[in-house]
């Protein structure tokens, strides 16, 4: 979704009214993943090595976690943003973030 999009008034109460700044770099970081799941894909097809294919998996894992860390980050940043609540001036937002990265 574009920025320009999220900032539209839409009917549909559960949309976004406010922009994340990381989405083209999770879109991007989604995309790489994308293709490292077809490259095992052909691994497997291959007949390579089971614990090679099963490292490249564990790859993808974490990329994804780090795209769902990323994402949620962005949303807990936007929302308390959007409610008034600076990032970048309170304490209640650094609390947030250090028990959000001791959990990832």
């Not at 976004?16 to 691994?43: C, D, F, P, Y």
């Amino acid at each position: 979704m574009s920025a320009a999009k999220d900032m539209q008034k839409s009917d549909n109460p559960n949309e976004h009214m406010h922009v994340h700044k990381q989405t083209r770099a999770i879109i991007n970081r989604l995309s790489r993943t994308e293709g490292h799941i077809r490259s095992i894909k052909t691994m497997l097809e291959e007949g390579r090595d089971c614990a090679e294919i099963l490292i490249q998996i564990s790859a993808v894992q974490s990329a994804i976690n780090r795209a769902g860390k990323a994402i949620l980050e962005d949303h807990l940043e936007s929302c308390l943003f959007h409610q008034g609540i600076s990032p970048d001036e309170n304490d209640v937002w650094l609390s947030v973030k250090d028990v959000f990265d001791a959990y990832f």
